[in-house]
């Protein structure tokens, strides 16, 4: 037994609890089809807000909210001089979302709340839950806004600005479900941040691992591709006389495939969406407009599958009489999480018997944009087929309980480490 071990006895969160308010929380926005539909700053957001604050301050925690309605909820350490560990996620969801995605880390980190009180444990550093607004973008593009802000990645303004399909701004809509609080957004320091998500892939299931280590999310690139030819009759222009953007566009979209699989086993590429003009069977295609979105957790690979793309445009553009037009849309690069905490992870994983793993996050989290300011790292836990966004999404209470009691020891770590 080692000193940490004997120092956390045997303090694990509640199970029961945290499922009840998993089945609680999902009540808020729930859908005929078991999932849930919350989007950010509704009346369902409201009520779940609501629900948090009401749970944290019954846990004895000091619960405020900021100028973009993010939500704080505090207890104190033993050294007031200290910044604190914040333990969170987020509770808006898809409009056909789950239970799980984003909750289970506020969740968890309401279950370490309980924990900690119903053992006295008092830790040095104070401990913080958060539950950050609108980090899925479905109502407010662009997704992790508020935890975007906290971080300096944008400015308050840019955030209040922001206007859903119906118009009205994300200013509008805090403010109409009274979810503005007087602290500026960033206007406290957190010495680290933990947050406990479900992985939304394959891997940990396939792997029968049940707790991930995060070690960073993966770097992104987005591009929109033209490449224009030339509209012509598709019964008099011979073969070799066309200029077919459609059939140029194929060889690319084939080749977003082939540099993907030439930079296994992590990079991936995916052509999402296709527009053909004018798309009527018996002309040529003059034009065609594709997205392209490379992925890697190594920024020189997302740089290399890019280079190796526009090499290949180039090409196809002079073997079929065509011009490739490639544009920029999105450069998010990878997000390296803190060595310290992905360690402290894994260790509270192995001493707490859990197969666990290292692994990359594949999608966006408002942990990516906390990790610029503040040591971060993230806990995955399996959830079903690897399915999320989707109101079939599921995960075990067992392995939501271990991912909740690795988030506390790694707390406990974490609180010693630093
Ligand atoms: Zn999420």
């Given at each position: 037994?080692?000193?940490?071990?004997?120092?956390?006895?045997?303090?694990?969160?509640?199970?029961?609890?945290?499922?009840?308010?998993?089945?609680?929380?999902?009540r808020?926005?729930?859908?005929?089809?078991?999932?849930v539909?919350?989007?950010?700053?509704?009346?369902?957001?409201?009520?779940?807000?609501?629900?948090?604050?009401?749970s944290?301050?019954?846990?004895?925690?000091?619960?405020?909210?900021?100028?973009?309605?993010?939500?704080?909820?505090?207890?104190?350490?033993?050294?007031?001089?200290?910044?604190?560990?914040?333990?969170?996620?987020?509770?808006?969801t898809?409009?056909?979302?789950?239970?799980?995605?984003?909750?289970?880390g506020?969740?968890?980190?309401?279950?370490?709340?309980?924990?900690?009180?119903?053992?006295?444990?008092r830790t040095?550093?104070?401990?913080?839950?958060?539950?950050?607004t609108?980090?899925?973008?479905?109502?407010?593009?662009?997704?992790?806004?508020?935890?975007?802000?906290?971080?300096?990645?944008?400015?308050?303004?840019?955030?209040r600005?922001?206007?859903?399909?119906?118009?009205?701004?994300?200013?509008?809509?805090?403010?109409?479900?009274?979810?503005?609080?007087?602290?500026?957004?960033?206007?406290?320091?957190?010495?680290?941040?933990?947050?406990?998500?479900?992985?939304?892939?394959?891997?940990?299931?396939?792997?029968?691992?049940?707790?991930?280590a995060?070690?960073?999310?993966?770097?992104?690139?987005?591009?929109?591709?033209?490449?224009?030819?030339?509209?012509?009759?598709a019964?008099?222009?011979?073969?070799?006389?066309?200029?077919d953007?459609?059939?140029?566009?194929?060889?690319?979209?084939?080749?977003?495939?082939?540099?993907?699989?030439?930079?296994?086993?992590?990079?991936?590429?995916?052509?999402?969406?296709?527009?053909?003009?004018?798309?009527?069977?018996?002309?040529?295609?003059?034009?065609?407009?594709?997205?392209?979105?490379?992925r890697?957790p190594?920024?020189?690979?997302?740089?290399?599958?890019?280079?190796?793309?526009?090499?290949?445009?180039?090409?196809?553009?002079?073997?079929?009489g065509?011009?490739?037009?490639?544009?920029?849309?999105?450069?998010?690069?990878?997000?390296?999480?803190?060595?310290r905490?992905?360690?402290?992870?894994?260790?509270?994983?192995?001493?707490?018997?859990?197969?666990?793993?290292?692994?990359?996050?594949?999608?966006?989290?408002?942990?990516?944009?906390?990790?610029?300011?503040?040591?971060?790292?993230?806990?995955?836990?399996p959830c079903?087929?690897?399915?999320?966004?989707?109101?079939?999404?599921?995960?075990?209470?067992?392995?939501?309980?271990?991912?909740?009691?690795?988030?506390?020891?790694?707390?406990?770590?974490?609180?010693?480490?630093?």
């Amino acid at each position: 037994m080692n000193s940490t071990e004997s120092s956390f006895g045997n303090m694990t969160i509640d199970p029961g609890a945290l499922w009840d308010d998993i089945l609680t929380t999902a009540r808020f926005g729930a859908t005929p089809k078991g999932g849930v539909r919350r989007l950010a700053l509704t009346e369902e957001d409201r009520q779940v807000r609501a629900w948090f604050a009401r749970s944290c301050t019954a846990l004895g925690a000091t619960v405020w909210t900021d100028t973009l309605g993010n939500q704080f909820a505090r207890i104190p350490g033993t050294d007031a001089s200290l910044p604190p560990i914040a333990l969170g996620s987020h509770l808006d969801t898809q409009p056909t979302g789950g239970k799980f995605d984003g909750i289970i880390g506020v969740l968890g980190g309401i279950a370490v709340l309980r924990a900690l009180r119903e053992t006295k444990h008092r830790t040095r550093h104070p401990v913080e839950i958060i539950n950050w607004t609108n980090e899925e973008g479905s109502r407010f593009a662009p997704a992790m806004l508020a935890s975007g802000v906290f971080a300096g990645v944008f400015t308050e303004d840019y955030a209040r600005d922001r206007q859903d399909r119906a118009g009205v701004s994300f200013g509008a809509a805090l403010e109409a479900i009274g979810a503005i609080g007087e602290e500026s957004c960033g206007g406290h320091d957190l010495a680290a941040y933990l947050e406990l998500h479900i992985e939304q892939g394959p891997i940990l299931e396939a792997e029968r691992c049940v707790i991930g280590a995060v070690t960073g999310v993966q770097g992104m690139r987005w591009y929109d591709v033209t490449v224009t030819g030339r509209d012509s009759h598709a019964g008099t222009t011979p073969m070799t006389l066309r200029a077919d953007a459609l059939q140029a566009a194929a060889l690319l979209m084939t080749a977003v495939r082939e540099i993907a699989h030439a930079h296994a086993p992590e990079a991936v590429g995916t052509v999402g969406s296709v527009e053909v003009l004018p798309n009527s069977r018996n002309v040529v295609p003059g034009g065609v407009l594709f997205t392209v979105d490379f992925r890697d957790p190594r920024d020189e690979t997302v740089r290399a599958m890019e280079h190796a793309f526009r090499a290949k445009a180039t090409a196809v553009a002079e073997e079929h009489g065509v011009t490739v037009e490639i544009r920029d849309i999105w450069d998010s690069p990878a997000v390296p999480f803190d060595r310290r905490l992905i360690d402290a992870v894994s260790e509270s994983a192995r001493e707490l018997g859990l197969p666990a793993r290292e692994i990359v996050s594949g999608a966006g989290h408002d942990a990516a944009y906390v990790a610029r300011i503040v040591p971060t790292t993230m806990i995955f836990v399996p959830c079903a087929g690897g399915l999320s966004h989707n109101e079939e999404e599921s995960a075990t209470p067992e392995d939501v309980t271990a991912g909740a009691n690795v988030l506390l020891r790694s707390l406990l770590k974490a609180d010693a480490l630093l």
